[in-house]
């Protein structure tokens, strides 16, 4: 495991949580045909009352590990565990889980109230409670007004608000969510990742969410799960992910990164020396164990643009301008080295004169702290 | 080459200023359009107009007059092929609506080995011309040597209106999101109730449009009737089509017009129906 001094400040990168796990994943497969496996091999612990986002490239498997959750796919091997019980076998209907549907599947032919009561008359309850608990859940919702409305009188926000209710007045372990904001425009995404917060601190009950938004995991959930092609690549707090990412793929998935290929050459002083290509040899702190061919990585806002040698320890490099894009609260630069290397340089445009003085086509010196770079051994 | 030619198109185009199918502006469509609706329904409102004519030829018009419908409506040979005709048809709809809402969701929800076949088999009653299946009904039933009846005239309405029913229910189904089916079992449904509370309301109007087709069918089916039914089963297509060979009274006249205007009511509503849902389903997905 990646460990330096700041690495232990943040606390360990390791895949579970101190708390009590409401859903274990032990070795799950799910094989589709021949040969293809959709999930692969996963095993992961979901604490009670926590976020968790599945986080991947659409095909990377995290749409149907939830599904398994919700138990309308069946693994093909491994076992999944919820709230202590064994799911196998155990019908959709029978599980202590309600999911949020990417297209709300709000039923068209029951007004607003019929759909959040269906979850609790197709059980027999009572329609004293049903009514209240109803009410309960549209205000939680902030629906409370819309009862009689029918789907097709609802914008798209609202009806997944009634698809939360809906779920959420169940009462479940654990709440799925299924791509819950990709219908969603952006504005109205934002307010509903907020809202969401909101509603799970609000009820206290675990969040599974599946999103290929890095944005919408990294700000909502208190753990994610990075999923590539079946496979768990890591799990980790947002903090955790962004900064210490363990492998290519994650640094690459999560936010922008500059990644440079090398060479390991040695270790000296507790740093690990790294030939780089276009690149002086760079000293980096490491105390894991790492030899041969490694990248070292660093995060676009983490770089420093000046016109003269920074020198001291930093790592450095000089770059040309290749071109400029500015986005209102932050400008990215691209520049590339004599040797065509691509890195981008973040600035942030902090106060109004702080916009870039730079044009296409200057020279510059790139230099970052020898502990904000990442060894990526995988 | 083209790029030569295609400015020509454009401005003789341009120069005629009318689109080629533009029929409010070009004298011979509009010729075609009269010509054709005249040939379509001149006959049929010539039938009505006559089946209140005051005369036993019907040949020239003599007066107005109701006493043909009364006729109609007391001829008891008539009677019982209405009877017949309702008979048939009402089992005929409900047994290929029935049959028919299951096959079109089964072949628009499931794969199964040999689908394809089974579905090219399921239009082969539409398909196929009207007197090789009359014939064909004709010879399994006296192979299994079943006396011609209502019996056998109720089998064969079922068999060729359930393809449609199927059809019109299989097309329905298809904008039908399998998400609402599973959010259903999600919330604690069974299969069973999902079904019932989720699946067959969003398929009643298919079905009620397949069945009122189905009922059009088997109403004024004659052909395959007239190869099926036995002595004591006649139906009213079929009674007209006897009355005809005597002599063609008003009465023949009004008995037409009695099952058009039926059959009419039926096609309308099952067009209401569906176009109605339609707007629905549309709305809802906007």
Same mark, same amino acid.
């Given at each position: 495991?990646?460990?330096?001094?700041?690495?232990?400040?943040?606390?360990?990168?390791?895949?579970?949580?101190?708390?009590?796990?409401?859903?274990?994943?032990?070795?799950?497969?799910?094989?589709?045909?021949?040969?293809?496996?959709?999930?692969?091999?996963?095993?992961?612990?979901?604490?009670?009352?926590?976020?968790?986002?599945?986080?991947?490239?659409?095909?990377?498997?995290?749409?149907?590990?939830?599904?398994?959750? #919700?138990?309308?796919?069946?693994?093909?091997?491994?076992?999944?565990?919820?709230?202590?019980?064994?799911?196998?076998?155990?019908?959709?209907?029978?599980?202590?889980?309600?999911?949020?549907?990417?297209?709300?599947?709000?039923?068209?032919?029951?007004?607003?109230?019929?759909?959040?009561?269906?979850?609790?008359?197709?059980?027999?309850?009572?329609?004293?409670?049903?009514?209240?608990?109803?009410?309960?859940?549209?205000?939680?919702?902030?629906?409370?007004?819309?009862?009689?409305?029918?789907?097709?009188?609802?914008?798209?926000?609202?009806?997944?608000?009634?698809?939360?209710?809906?779920?959420?007045?169940?009462?479940?372990?654990?709440?799925?969510?299924?791509?819950?904001?990709?219908?969603?425009?952006?504005?109205?995404?934002?307010?509903?990742?907020?809202?969401?917060?909101?509603?799970?601190?609000?009820?206290?009950?675990?969040?599974?969410?599946?999103?290929?938004?890095?944005?919408? #995991?990294?700000?909502? #959930?208190?753990?994610?799960?990075?999923?590539?092609?079946?496979?768990?690549?890591?799990? #980790?707090?947002?903090?955790?992910?962004?900064?210490?990412?363990?492998?290519?793929?994650?640094?690459?998935?999560?936010?922008?990164?500059?990644?440079?290929?090398?060479?390991?050459?040695?270790?000296?002083?507790?740093?690990?020396?790294?030939?780089?290509?276009?690149?002086?040899?760079?000293?980096?702190?490491?105390?894991?164990?790492?030899?041969?061919?490694?990248?070292?990585?660093?995060?676009?806002?983490?770089?420093?643009?000046?016109?003269?040698?920074?020198?001291?320890?930093?790592?450095?490099?000089?770059?040309?301008?290749?071109?400029?894009?500015?986005?209102?609260?932050?400008?990215?630069?691209?520049?590339?080295?004599?040797?065509?290397?691509?890195?981008?340089?973040?600035?942030?445009?902090?106060?109004?004169?702080?916009?870039?003085?730079?044009?296409?086509?200057?020279?510059?010196?790139?230099?970052?702290?020898?502990?904000?770079?990442?060894?990526?051994?995988? | 080459?083209?790029?030569?030619?295609?400015?020509?198109?454009?401005?003789?185009?341009?120069?005629?200023?009318?689109?080629?199918?533009?029929?409010?502006?070009?004298?011979?469509?509009?010729?075609?359009?009269?010509?054709?609706?005249?040939?379509?329904?001149?006959?049929?409102?010539?039938?009505?107009?006559?089946?209140?004519?005051?005369?036993?030829?019907?040949?020239?018009?003599?007066?107005?007059?109701?006493?043909?419908?009364?006729?109609?409506?007391?001829?008891?040979?008539?009677?019982?092929?209405?009877?017949?005709?309702?008979?048939?048809?009402?089992?005929?709809?409900?047994?290929?609506?029935?049959?028919?809402?299951?096959?079109?969701?089964?072949?628009?929800?499931?794969?199964?080995?040999?689908?394809?076949?089974?579905?090219?088999?399921?239009?082969?009653?539409?398909?196929?011309? /009207?007197?090789?299946?009359?014939?064909?009904?004709?010879?399994?039933?006296?192979? $299994?040597?079943?006396?011609?009846? $209502?019996?056998?005239?109720?089998?064969?309405?079922?068999?060729?209106?359930?393809?449609?029913?199927?059809?019109?229910?299989?097309?329905?189904?298809?904008?039908?999101?399998?998400?609402?089916?599973?959010?259903?079992?999600?919330?604690?449904?069974? /299969?069973?109730?999902?079904?019932?509370?989720?699946?067959?309301?969003?398929?009643?109007?298919?079905?009620?449009?397949?069945?009122?087709?189905?009922?059009?069918?088997?109403?004024?089916?004659?052909? $395959?009737?007239?190869?099926?039914?036995?002595?004591?089963?006649?139906?009213?297509?079929?009674?007209?089509?006897?009355?005809?060979?005597?002599?063609?009274?008003?009465?023949?006249?009004?008995?037409?017009?009695?099952?058009?205007?039926?059959?009419?009511?039926?096609?309308?509503?099952?067009?209401?129906?569906?176009?109605?849902?339609?707007?629905?389903?549309?709305?809802?997905?906007?």
């Amino acid at each position: 495991m990646v460990q330096t001094r700041k690495v232990k400040a943040f606390g360990p990168d390791v895949g579970t949580d101190r708390r009590k796990p409401i859903i274990e994943i032990r070795n799950v497969v799910k094989a589709f045909g021949a040969g293809v496996r959709a999930v692969d091999d996963v095993s992961l612990d979901i604490g009670e009352g926590e976020f968790f986002a599945l986080l991947g490239p659409s095909g990377c498997g995290k749409t149907t590990l939830l599904r398994m959750l #919700a138990g309308f796919e069946v693994p093909t091997s491994g076992d999944i565990m919820i709230a202590g019980e064994r799911m196998e076998g155990v019908n959709p209907n029978r599980r202590p889980v309600n999911m949020v549907f990417q297209s709300y599947a709000v039923f068209p032919h029951m007004n607003v109230e019929r759909n959040v009561g269906y979850g609790l008359r197709v059980t027999g309850v009572a329609e004293a409670e049903i009514k209240t608990r109803v009410a309960e859940a549209l205000s939680l919702v902030k629906l409370g007004e819309f009862g009689k409305r029918m789907p097709n009188q609802l914008s798209g926000g609202q009806r997944q608000r009634v698809a939360l209710a809906r779920a959420l007045v169940k009462h479940p372990k654990v709440l799925l969510l299924d791509e819950p904001l990709s219908a969603l425009d952006a504005k109205l995404r934002e307010a509903m990742q907020l809202e969401l917060v909101r509603l799970q601190k609000t009820v206290g009950i675990t969040f599974v969410i599946v999103t290929h938004d890095q944005d919408e #995991a990294l700000s909502m #959930a208190n753990r994610i799960a990075v999923m590539e092609k079946g496979k768990v690549r890591q799990v #980790a707090p947002p903090a955790d992910l962004y900064e210490f990412p363990n492998s290519r793929f994650v640094a690459d998935f999560i936010g922008k990164m500059n990644l440079f290929e090398g060479r390991v050459s040695g270790v000296q002083n507790g740093n690990l020396q790294i030939d780089i290509k276009g690149l002086d040899r760079v000293a980096v702190p490491f105390t894991g164990s790492a030899s041969g061919n490694i990248a070292i990585a660093i995060r676009p806002e983490k770089v420093k643009l000046g016109q003269t040698d920074p020198g001291g320890d930093n790592v450095r490099l000089r770059g040309r301008v290749t071109e400029l894009a500015y986005y209102g609260n932050e400008s990215h630069v691209y520049l590339e080295n004599q040797t065509g290397m691509p890195i981008s340089v973040n600035l942030k445009n902090a106060t109004r004169t702080t916009l870039p003085s730079i044009s296409i086509g200057d020279e510059l010196w790139m230099s970052w702290a020898p502990t904000d770079t990442l060894v990526l051994t995988e | 080459m083209a790029s030569t030619t295609l400015p020509d198109v454009s401005t003789r185009r341009q120069k005629a200023g009318i689109a080629p199918l533009e029929y409010t502006r070009r004298l011979w469509l509009q010729l075609i359009l009269a010509g054709s609706f005249v040939f379509l329904y001149f006959p049929i409102f010539a039938l009505i107009a006559f089946s209140f004519n005051d005369s036993k030829r019907n040949i020239t018009w003599q007066g107005f007059t109701f006493d043909y419908y009364v006729k109609a409506f007391t001829n008891s040979s008539l009677h019982e092929a209405a009877l017949n005709t309702l008979i048939i048809a009402s089992i005929s709809t409900v047994v290929s609506t029935v049959l028919g809402a299951m096959i079109g969701l089964v072949l628009q929800r499931y794969r199964f080995p040999g689908k394809g076949g089974y579905d090219g088999l399921i239009h082969l009653p539409i398909v196929i011309p /009207e007197v090789c299946l009359g014939v064909a009904m004709l010879a399994f039933f006296s192979a $299994i040597s079943m006396p011609l009846g $209502i019996a056998t005239v109720t089998i064969s309405h079922i068999a060729f209106s359930f393809p449609f029913v199927a059809v019109v229910v299989r097309a329905r189904m298809e904008g039908f999101d399998l998400a609402l089916e599973e959010a259903s079992r999600d919330l604690g449904a069974s /299969e069973w109730q999902t079904f019932w509370n989720v699946t067959f309301p969003y398929m009643v109007p298919g079905v009620v449009a397949g069945a009122l087709l189905a009922m059009t069918l088997s109403l004024d089916d004659f052909v $395959i009737t007239f190869f099926t039914s036995g002595p004591g089963s006649t139906t009213f297509p079929v009674k007209i089509y006897s009355m005809v060979r005597f002599s063609v009274t008003p009465e023949v006249n009004a008995a037409s017009t009695i099952l058009i205007v039926l059959t009419l009511a039926l096609t309308v509503a099952a067009m209401m129906i569906q176009s109605r849902s339609d707007k629905k389903t549309k709305k809802a997905n906007g």
